[in-house]
């Protein structure tokens, strides 16, 4: 009698745990005997256990920021620069299986390419185009990481900071600029009350 119980209530107890809930928005990898052996769509599911493991990945759009880095552009001026991934995994199987980390790798291709982008451009391209430049970073990053089954969304640029002194010589410029057009705007004014 003892020995039925203790039997029923392993029985229960394996049935319990071989139970899985896949969320509207994840995917399961399984794997038998560490060998994958399908996909797994949202709902209740049932894995073995000890024999089978499963790997559940979200499919929603995620974020990744891109670590502030110092880049020197192509007329030689340092610039701070940031920015922010969106993407998504679409080929579950291939961002679990083909590598270990997807998200850590899709956040050193993105600084890869960041820092290959803007260290090609001068600092005027820089300030007026992000995004343009965002969209070059895009194209490099999508590409190299299509084979680990993940869709690169929009990549935006956050900050861009250039050094205070290039700040200071960039407001007097902007400042010389204001008083020629008011000194050209003022000499055409004067010139039109001569005629």
Do not use: C
């Amino acid at each position: 009698m003892i020995w039925q119980i203790v039997v029923i209530v392993f029985l229960l107890i394996v049935l319990i745990s071989s139970l899985r809930i896949i969320n509207q928005y994840e995917k399961g990898i399984v794997f038998t005997l560490g060998k994958f052996t399908g996909i797994r769509e949202p709902g209740l599911r049932f894995v073995i256990p000890i024999i089978q493991r499963m790997v559940v990945v979200d499919m929603r759009i995620r974020t990744i920021d891109i670590e502030k880095q110092q880049i020197m552009t192509k007329d030689n001026v340092p610039v701070d620069v940031n920015g922010v991934v969106f993407y998504k995994v679409h080929k579950v199987d291939d961002a679990v299986i083909r590598i270990q980390d997807y998200q850590y790798s899709l956040a050193q291709y993105s600084q890869t390419a960041l820092r290959d982008v803007v260290g090609g451009m001068t600092l005027d391209t820089i300030l007026v185009e992000r995004q343009k430049i965002g969209d070059e970073i895009r194209k490099i990053v999508d590409k190299e990481t299509d084979q680990l089954g993940l869709d690169v969304q929009v990549i935006k640029l956050q900050d861009i900071e250039v050094p205070d002194d290039l700040k200071r010589i960039m407001s007097r410029q902007a400042a010389a600029e204001r008083e020629k057009m008011a000194v050209v705007i003022k000499s055409e004014g004067d010139r039109d009350a001569a005629k």
